[in-house]
């Protein structure tokens, strides 16, 4: 199995174990390291809505709390094929950079995008520098 496959069905997989008792939108996600270890994440809802982390987040937090810094590409599986919001976009950006984006729908469907078409005119540790 290929890595973009293999992305695909384990943010598929992923997405089954979503909570999303409120939104009933469950998410799937993951991220493939440098290395190639492949980390999955799912949403999770919370009543207080401010405390839901998303499946892009889980998986890319899991990943830096198991030590990786560097990635390959990463997938988001929904059921509408869905976009990452801007919170996660941003997330990928910083800690992935350039990198292929996987969004693939219940049906299969797999659209191909990158963080940086993501994101364009991105906010990074670049625009922290104070000016000389």
């Known amino acids: 199995m290929d890595l973009k496959s293999k992305l695909v069905h384990i943010a598929q997989d992923m997405r089954q174990r979503s909570r999303a008792p409120y939104s009933q939108y469950r998410v799937g996600a993951a991220v493939a390291t440098a290395d190639g270890a492949v980390i999955g994440g799912c949403n999770v809802e919370n009543a207080s809505y401010s405390l839901t982390c998303c499946a892009e987040r889980v998986a890319l937090f899991r990943?830096?709390?198991?030590?990786?810094?560097?990635?390959?590409?990463?997938?988001?599986?929904?059921?509408?094929?869905?976009?990452?919001?801007?919170?996660?976009?941003?997330?990928?950006?910083?800690?992935?950079?350039?990198?292929?984006?996987?969004?693939?729908?219940?049906?299969?469907?797999?659209?191909?995008?990158?963080?940086?078409?993501?994101?364009?005119?991105?906010?990074?540790?670049?625009?922290?520098?104070?000016?000389?």
Do not use: N
């Not at 810094?69 to 976009?83: P, W």
């Not at 950079?97 to 990158?114: C, F, S």
């Open 63 to 132: 990943a830096v709390a198991e030590g990786h810094r560097h990635f390959q590409a990463l997938a988001v599986a929904t059921e509408d094929g869905g976009s990452p919001c801007g919170a996660c976009r941003q997330v990928m950006w910083e800690l992935c950079g350039e990198i292929p984006v996987y969004l693939v729908d219940g049906k299969g469907a797999v659209r191909e995008t990158t963080s940086g078409r993501l994101l364009p005119a991105a906010f990074d540790a670049d625009s922290l520098s104070s000016p000389t």
